[in-house]
């Protein structure tokens, strides 16, 4: 969906949201993270393995939320984070993730101490 001027900002933040639910785009972006040149196509089909026309989807996708940007040179298109502070928000999320997952990591050894239950038989 194109922003439009009367959007509240709540929605555009949930469209940008809805535009990197997808596992195939965070790994596009993940792969455009780790350099700062440009992308070709060519490069993302081989590092994500997917079908040509999958990862086209996807990136037309990020694109039309404005989260990446292309130029074509010749036959070639490449591709480039348009804002640096996607990267950000990526390291952000990993973050995030990273703590999670270390609190429930805890969670469970903390169950894993816990005495054994006693059943009815």
């Known amino acids: ?15 940008l949201f ?15 993270c780790a350099t700062t040149d ?5 490069e993302m089909l081989t590092e994500t393995g997917m079908e040509a026309t999958l990862l086209s989807q996807h990136l037309a996708v ?10 074509r040179v010749g036959n070639a298109v490449f591709y480039r984070l348009a804002h640096p502070k996607i990267a950000e928000l990526l390291l952000i999320a990993r973050a995030f993730l990273a703590d999670t997952l270390s609190a429930a990591g805890r969670q469970l050894e903390a169950m894993r101490d816990l005495p054994p239950l006693q059943g009815k038989q």
């Open 1 to 15: 969906m194109p922003l439009t001027s009367d959007q509240p900002l709540y929605e555009i933040k949930a469209n």
């Open 18 to 32: 809805k535009a990197l639910a997808h596992p195939a785009r965070i790994r596009i972006l993940e792969i455009l």
């Open 38 to 42: 440009p992308t070709p196509v060519s």
């Open 62 to 71: 990020l694109k039309r939320h404005r989260v990446v940007s292309a130029e």
